[in-house]
């Protein structure tokens, strides 16, 4: 979708780009990142990764602990 709407040079606001995003993520993320202040779209990305690498990062020990 993202890639049609470049393509048609359709640009929307920060704030629905934001709203359409945080609907497709899972609740464990969108409930932590609504919690987080962001200065900007970017910032906000490295938000979602850095708190998808936290919740892999403890499934993963879960699986390994006894």
Request: charged share 30%.
């Amino acid at each position: 979708m993202k890639q049609y709407m470049m393509s048609a040079r359709i640009r929307e606001d920060m704030t629905v780009t934001v709203a359409r995003i945080m609907s497709s993520l899972s609740l464990d993320i969108r409930d932590k990142v609504e919690l987080l202040p962001y200065r900007d779209f970017h910032y906000l990305v490295q938000i979602f990764i850095k708190i998808e690498q936290q919740i892999s990062s403890k499934r993963t020990r879960k699986k390994f602990l006894p």
